[in-house]
């Protein structure tokens, strides 16, 4: 027999190993698993949603997405006319306010986004059977609050009749298509995004002035 061939290996208690990788992690994920079920969850979210809300600025507030729309009702048409006609009247009292003074930024993005309301206004009052008439045309001689003026103005007269035909099919036990009510409630939703850019906007330079005064005073 050859002397070379090694021996009977001696057999090895395999009990007396460490625990392989995959042993230890198995151990491990039960408690990790329950701690993680266990943590407060809701409040973390809570908290991380009320501090990106408390740093939006006007610009983060545009892009946000229209993820309150539902399922659109006469009723509910009627509801959400009333709260662009809120919006108007409040962005309408601030350009209102005496000795209002915007850089050409501000100009600018109100402008785009005052007339970015108007068309959505005026689109939804088409499909509600509203005749709109001719867009507003303000002059070059008007300044520019002026300008922003005419578009809040017309796109109040839409919503006042708006609401008007709202309440008339309702009464008749009249209702708009499906496409039609959908349709326009997508376009009062983006017409109330842009308002509330133009409120917070709006806002800002106020409190400039407020600032201002205080300091001359």
């Given at each position: 027999?050859?002397?070379s061939?090694p021996g009977?290996?001696p ?8 625990p392989?990788?995959?042993d230890k ?5 039960p ?8 943590a407060p969850?809701t ?5 991380s949603e009320?501090?990106?809300?408390s740093k939006?600025?006007p610009?983060e507030l545009?892009q946000?997405?229209?993820s ?7 009723d509910s048409?009627?509801?959400?006319s009333?709260s662009?006609s ?6 309408n009292q ?8 915007l850089?050409?930024s501000q100009k600018y ?6 007339t970015e309301a108007?068309s959505?206004v005026?689109?939804a009052a088409?499909?509600a059977g ?6 507003p045309q ?11 003026l ?5 796109s ?5 009749e708006i609401?008007k035909?709202l ?8 209702a708009?298509?499906?496409?039609d009510?959908?349709l326009?409630q997508?376009?009062?939703n983006?017409?109330?995004?842009a308002?509330?850019?133009s409120?917070?906007?709006l806002?800002?330079a ?6 201002l005064?205080?300091v001359?005073i």
């Open positions: 027999m050859d002397s061939i009977k290996i057999d090895v208690d395999q009990t007396q190993k460490a392989a990788v995959g992690i198995s151990e491990r994920q408690k990790d698993f329950q701690d993680y079920m266990n969850q409040q973390q979210v809570s908290a009320s501090t990106q809300a939006a600025t610009y545009a946000q997405p229209s309150n729309l539902q399922t659109p009702t006469m048409l009627q509801s959400q009333l662009v809120e919006s108007l009247n409040d962005v601030k350009l209102n306010t005496k000795n209002l003074s850089n050409q993005l109100l402008r785009n986004k005052l108007n959505s005026r689109s088409t499909k509203v005749d709109v008439g001719e867009p303000p002059t070059s001689k008007l300044n520019p609050v002026q300008r922003f005419s578009y809040v103005s017309d109040q007269t839409q919503m006042v609401q035909k309440k008339t099919m309702s009464a008749d036990g009249k708009l298509s499906p496409g009510m959908l326009i997508v376009k009062m983006k017409a109330q995004q308002l509330e850019y409120s917070v906007l806002g800002k106020v409190e400039d002035i407020k600032t005064f205080n001359q």
